[in-house]
């Protein structure tokens, strides 16, 4: 009784008891005792910095396991960069958030340091580049004593920087970094392999041999040592250490690094032996007899390669394009190897048989194999871009000339040739249902193997990341157990007894491989599937064929207007993109023999002369003679006669422009008077100037404050006569003299016009037209008639041909042609330098966007360009939904934004419909203002001229496409 009675009474106080405590030790842990230092250091490391390492050594490993490496060059020393879409991490999330936690939470530990180490490195795996490097550099400065930490910050910091393209900065971080080594205490692997990177960026290959040879010393892991050495070897062949780099290729082979390494370690080693004791090998007949080993089966495409880089090297163009088609087409499973057969051939019919319809083709193949991750990925999808423009100006010509070509038909002949055409679409499209079947069995096949549980990632609850404990349902832990295997087996097959050196293929495996390699190889023979019963409707492929014949004379007329803008299009491609002068002047006078009436032979006759000059002195005299007798009022033989009649251009539109803004100025000051006085000065000095019309308006608003509303009315009436295709002041005229016809009788009684906030508002002046788009800007695209014509050619109609606007027209970075060339209308065609994309910007604040207009002058005064703005948008935008400010960036922009707008294409309307109105709205030179289109949060990251250089390039390569 006693002992019930006891426990009874303890049941409270133990509970209560036990409450007590903890809210007493919790309270403690906040304490700087030693205790606690010790439990936060407890904690903070072994649980953590371990997780947090853990999960970052399981990112490096997955980045790894898809990095391409590219053999016929250095090896990079890193295999952990990757592109990156932009879209959250969450593995590089979580090491964040646990980092975060030991800063926050743990602030009596001693891995304050590390904690930050560790979110430099999130953000570096994570493509924030420019806030890793700010962490390594707050890492070094704030905790120097740590040197385990500082040395890895170090290191970290000069990858970060390099991939940055900024060597200065890299150089003086390494500089400092070789200071602080304590190589006794502290392995500085790291701190030797970022500068083995440096060395090999500056192509410093002494330097970089004594670096790779310290970072072997100090390797922390057997594949880090086996990497570093493979690279020692290719340095060495650099510095023609041959013996040296074939004792390094040789421990490669002998060794247990991925098949792959040691593969290529024995090509290179029969590229040195080929000329070892004064006996030449044959390289090739060696590489041959590699395929003789059933082991090899899976790098014959590789085998093939390295044949086709011994015949290019030795300019065999056949032999070379003939082994690369063969890599091609036995790349079954090396995707990347194929894209690189691909990239050779069309850099081959690129650069050396100018066949760049065919060069075009096979760079999309390159695109479609290769990965993005290879280094000049972007540089190849520009210049297949750019050959893109190529290709649609030759298939305009060739589907009008076949167009006129069945009109000038009988009916019973056209109607047969139509049928033919509408049966080779429809197996052209049978062909396309083919290939795309055949790439879906293809990726369900690659997915059931992948996916033994036949789950998709809904069916296994959406867990793409780390979310699932189930091994195939965690994707880390697959890449993980994938890259182990790899480490120990290399690329296997996916198959039965794989572990066998021979083995029958899978027929079906094959079968759908041979499919595969036949719908991504350009040169690949048509597939049986061509030929099946398959019956597709081509009624509307008809029906627009018939639509689309030029039976009438004005059809006709049209047609050859396209033709010739074709022609015309392609011939300045060549000049100024492909830097391909022959072919550009073969496609001008084949304009000039083709439409010999063409009125629109100036500039091509300019083009000749220019073409010319470097290589047939002659004929560029000729057709400089012929723009000075024929043309001689046109700017091309002013340009001739004085080649600084363009500056003299500019230079009067600089007068006119700052002469326009102190008129406005006035304006603004409400000085009415010597408004009126500085307009007819103005106009008097230049009376047919751009602004005239403006001027004209400036100076009838002035009066309407001076004035009754009869005359002001007379005043509006005659610009409206004077200028009736304004697009810009003669509308807003009309508006206003619709106004006073509405309001005569009020107006009237007033003492002057325009008195009152409420009258004025309505009176203000207007805004300016647009730049063109970069290209072929200011170009007259005229109408034209075959040569072969019955009756003489009446002159041709200039007929404006309408191109789409662009949101963006910032100076191109890179002009390809002479700048002459350029000169009164006829600009180059720009293409920009390839840059590696900015990772600090993103699309997440995607409901408010803004139109940016850039300037680069920081002292300009933008107020009357700014008031064009407003009274565009008060016109267009009546319910006042958008506004204009004004941001600096630096000390030579100014960005005048627009918005906001709700979505993207919303800001695009806008842009297209105020663009061709600004070289009117701004006051100041075409070249000094550009623009483009940006989210809010982007527009707030605008810090400096480099941050601002970089959106463009993110702007143009990521957004508008």
């Avoid at 008891?17 to 700087?32: D, H, M, P, Q, T």
């Avoid at 069309?346 to 066949?355: T, V």
């Avoid at 496609?587 to 000749?608: F, T, W």
């Avoid at 207009?853 to 407003?870: A, C, H, M, Q, Y």
């Amino acid at each position: 009784m006693r002992r019930f009675y006891i426990s009874t009474i303890n049941k409270p106080f133990n509970f209560f008891g036990s409450v007590l405590i903890l809210l007493l030790a919790a309270c403690s842990f906040e304490k700087e005792t030693g205790f606690n230092r010790f439990m936060q250091n407890v904690t903070a490391h072994y649980n953590i910095i371990y997780n947090a390492n853990e999960i970052l050594r399981q990112k490096q490993e997955t980045y790894a396991g898809t990095y391409v490496d590219q053999y016929s060059n250095i090896l990079s020393v890193y295999q952990d960069t990757v592109a990156h879409n932009g879209s959250p991490d969450k593995d590089l999330d979580a090491v964040i958030f646990r980092a975060n936690t030991i800063i926050n939470e743990k602030e009596q530990s001693k891995y304050i340091g590390s904690a930050y180490l560790l979110m430099g490195k999130a953000g570096y795996l994570d493509g924030r580049y420019f806030d890793a490097v700010e962490l390594f550099s707050y890492v070094i400065r704030s905790f120097p004593k740590e040197i385990p930490v500082t040395q890895e910050a170090y290191a970290w910091k000069i990858r970060a920087l390099l991939y940055l393209n900024n060597k200065k900065e890299a150089k003086s971080t390494l500089d400092s970094a070789f200071l602080d080594v304590e190589p006794k205490k502290h392995l500085p692997a790291g701190i030797y392999a970022a500068a083995l990177q440096y060395d090999i960026n500056t192509k410093n290959y002494p330097d970089a041999e004594i670096s790779a040879k310290k970072a072997i010393g100090y390797a922390n892991t057997t594949a880090e040592k086996l990497r570093w050495t493979f690279i020692l070897g290719q340095l060495q062949e650099l510095n023609h250490e041959n013996d040296d780099a074939l004792a390094n290729y040789n421990r490669i082979i002998k060794s247990n690094a991925s098949f792959e390494m040691a593969f290529n370690a024995n090509l290179n080693r029969i590229r040195i032996q080929e000329m070892r004791n004064g006996v030449k090998l044959n390289r090739i007949a060696l590489l041959l007899s590699l395929l003789k080993d059933d082991n090899n089966v899976d790098f014959n495409d590789q085998i093939y390669f390295q044949v086709g880089e011994i015949y290019a090297g030795n300019k065999d163009i056949p032999n070379a394009l003939k082994y690369y088609k063969l890599s091609a087409r036995s790349s079954l499973k090396n995707q990347n190897q194929k894209g690189l057969a691909y990239l050779r051939i069309a850099d081959i019919d690129f650069n050396d048989r100018a066949d760049y319809v065919n060069s075009k083709k096979y760079y999309d193949s390159t695109l479609t194999n290769l990965s993005p991750n290879y280094p000049g990925y972007q540089a190849i999808q520009k210049k297949a871009n750019n050959l893109q423009v190529l290709v649609d100006k030759l298939q305009i010509i060739a589907r009008e000339d076949t167009l006129q070509r069945l009109a000038r038909m009988d009916e019973a002949t056209r109607t047969k040739a139509i049928d033919s055409l509408v049966s080779a679409h429809i197996l052209q499209q049978q062909n396309a249902a083919a290939t795309a079947l055949a790439n879906t069995g293809s990726a369900t096949a690659a997915g059931s193997r992948n996916n033994p549980f036949g789950k998709t990632a809904a069916q296994s609850g959406g867990q793409a990341a780390t979310g699932s404990s189930f091994y195939f349902y965690n994707t880390s832990a697959v890449s993980q157990g994938y890259n182990d295997f790899k480490r120990k087996w290399g690329d296997r097959k996916l198959e039965d007894n794989w572990r066998r050196a021979t083995k029958a293929n899978d027929a079906i495996n094959s079968s759908n491989a041979a499919t595969a390699v036949a719908t991504s190889d350009p040169d690949a023979l048509p597939s049986d599937l061509r030929k099946g019963g398959n019956t597709i409707p081509a009624g509307k492929y008809r029906q627009k064929l018939l639509a689309d014949l030029p039976l009438t004379p004005a059809g006709v007329e049209q047609s050859n207007a396209r033709i010739y803008n074709a022609y015309l299009d392609i011939a300045d491609f060549y000049r100024d993109i492909l830097d391909d002068k022959k072919a550009a002047i073969k496609n001008y006078e084949l304009l000039l023999a083709k439409y010999p009436n063409d009125p629109n032979k100036a500039p091509i006759y300019y083009s000749l002369y220019r073409l010319y000059s470097d290589l047939d002195a002659a004929k560029s005299a000729e057709y400089k003679n012929r723009v000075l007798k024929e043309y001689p009022e046109t700017v091309y033989a002013k340009v001739i006669i004085d080649p600084d009649y363009s500056k003299k251009l500019n230079d009067k539109d600089a007068q006119l422009t700052d002469a326009y803004n102190k008129i406005y100025n006035l304006y603004r000051s409400k000085n009415y008077a010597q408004v009126i006085i500085s307009a007819d000065t103005l106009l008097n000095q230049y009376p047919a100037n751009k602004y005239a019309s403006q001027i004209y308006y400036l100076r009838t608003i002035a009066s309407g404050h001076l004035e009754k509303v009869t005359p002001f009315r007379a005043e509006l009436q005659q610009i409206a006569t004077a200028y009736p295709n304004d697009q810009l002041i003669t509308p807003l005229v009309k508006e206003h003299m619709a106004y006073v016809d509405n309001n005569m009788t009020e107006l009237a009684a007033q003492p002057v016009a325009i008195m009152n906030a409420d009258t004025g508002a309505l009176f203000t002046p207007p805004v300016q037209y647009q730049k063109d788009a970069v290209f072929n800007r200011n170009r007259q695209f005229v109408a034209v008639v075959d040569k072969p014509a019955e009756k003489p050619a009446e002159k041709p109609k200039v007929e404006s041909k309408k191109e789409e606007i662009a949101a963006v027209a910032p100076p191109p970075a890179v002009a390809i042609n002479k700048p002459a060339d350029s000169v009164a209308g006829k600009p180059p065609i720009a293409i920009s330098a390839p840059k590696k994309i900015s990772t600090v910007f993103n699309e997440r604040d995607s409901t408010n966007y803004y139109f940016v207009i850039n300037v680069n002058r920081g002292t300009t005064d933008l107020s009357s360009s700014r008031f064009g703005i407003g009274q565009y948008n008060r016109i267009n935008f009546q319910a006042n939904t958008i506004s204009h400010q004004l941001k600096f960036v630096g000390r030579d922009n100014q960005l005048i934004y627009v918005g906001r707008f709700r979505s993207l294409n919303a800001a695009k309307d806008y842009a297209r419909a105020i663009i061709p109105l600004m070289p009117q709205i701004m006051k100041v030179p075409a070249d000094q203002y550009s623009f483009f289109i940006a989210t809010k949060e982007n527009l707030g990251k605008l810090a400096d001229r480099n941050k601002l250089d970089d959106y463009v390039e993110y702007y143009q390569e990521i957004l508008l496409k």
